[in-house]
């Protein structure tokens, strides 16, 4: 199943408001235990959102939704993926990637393009999947470009 950009639409001072709560399939790569996720967002943090991981403890990452940020990011989930989750169209994919943060170089800020988390929107369905296509990306793509 393919997905283009054009269909997706530090530490917490204080608390954002919670989108919604999330059920993983597995845990997320090296946290096999956690296995559900919030999402919470801060208006004056747009794009970025936290993704607070829940198991034997919180752990908290920044993560954005591709669409309008990463330029040409068409990624293809394997189908087993896709079934696993019930997907059947881009229409029922939430995609988010997660992001590094330097605390002392923010500008160095790079997102992970190979291994999205891929919610399904209605029932809330998570999965962190490595890309059919992953070969075209990278771990760290650079969020800033300098010149």
Do not use: C
């Not at 269909?7 to 408001?17: N, Q």
């Not at 747009?46 to 991981?53: A, G, S, T």
């Not at 752990?59 to 087993?80: N, R």
């Amino acid at each position: 199943m393919k997905f283009t950009s054009d269909t997706f639409a530090a530490t917490l001072d204080e608390a954002p408001t919670p989108i919604s709560t999330y059920r993983l399939v597995q845990g997320l790569m090296g946290f096999p235990a956690h296995t559900t996720f919030e999402l919470l967002e801060d208006p004056d943090q747009f794009p970025f959102r936290w993704l607070l991981l829940h198991g034997p403890e919180t752990i908290q990452f920044v993560v954005i939704e591709p669409g309008g940020v990463i330029p040409d990011y068409e990624l293809e989930l394997f189908d087993e993926d896709a079934a696993s989750l019930g997907i059947t169209g881009s229409e029922d994919a939430l995609i988010l990637n997660i992001v590094t943060v330097s605390r002392t170089l923010p500008v160095t800020a790079t997102v992970n393009l190979v291994s999205p988390v891929v919610v399904h929107r209605r029932t809330g369905l998570a999965k962190q999947v490595v890309l059919a296509n992953h070969a075209r990306y990278n771990v760290r793509h650079p969020l800033v470009t300098t010149r």
